[in-house]
């Protein structure tokens, strides 16, 4: 392979990638993890690939959320593929893309982390260890990288709001239950079970594959003005006064340090004192 990545370990075996997430010291998303994943994706649409298997160096976090001190950079570094500054617009090119995307998850996955997951093809996640969240009602801010597009059609209008004003830690088998992924399995299970999927996958005509994604997305994907809507409104919401507060609080309380957030309620608890 000669495409070369800063923040993903990429291997390609028998028409499946399997791409590691290692971006210390959380595996937040920025530039440098922005920038991998369109070269990921343009890497995938130019090979035989035809499953790409995302999972996480980092056994407590997949992806919990973006790096809120690099806003203007990732969105930019979003731009290179999706055509607008916008994570949840490239994460919607990605849901169209001609491979079939698979999310292996432990550990932590809230905000943007979130709606990676959502964005891939299939979730399957640790029972033990997997936890799942849309914390951005906390900031004042709407989910703006397609959660709103993803939960709402997977879980119902209620429970997708219930997931997103709530902005609380979910469960794998909770999430299970509300359609967040699509099911939980032991950790010791997971890998075996999502590498023999992604090869049975692989086995078959790319041709089926994508006859079926195509019209799969046609009933289930939301449209790309909505998305671009959510994540206008996000950028907005970025810049109010009391978001900014919020999350100056945030980080004063350990947002995007590894021991705080292990659990992100004692910095939601300090939020709401404000």
Known sequence: MSTSFTTLHVTHTNRVVHAVIDAPPINLIGPELISDLVRLIEYAENSDCRVVVFSSADRDYFIPHVDMTKVREYREAAAKLAGDASIGLLFRYMSEAQFVTIAQIEGRVRGAGSEFILACDMRFAARETAVFAQIEAAFGLIPGAGA???????????????????????????????????????????GGFVSNLAQRIASFPVEG?????????????????????????????????ETQARVRSAMQAGLQTRDAELSVEGIIRVLGND
Request: aromatic share 6%; glycine share 10%.
């Open 148 to 190: 709103v597009q993803h939960l709402s059609r997977l879980m119902g209008r209620g429970r997708a709001l219930e997931a997103m004003l709530g902005a609380q830690d979910f469960s794998a088998e909770l999430a299970e239950r509300y359609g967040w992924i699509n099911r939980s399995l032991p950790k010791a299970e997971l």
């Open 209 to 241: 594959l994508n006859d079926i994604q195509e019209s799969c997305n046609a009933i289930t994907l939301g449209s790309a003005e909505a998305y671009r809507k959510d994540s206008d409104l996000f950028g907005l919401g970025v810049a109010r006064p």
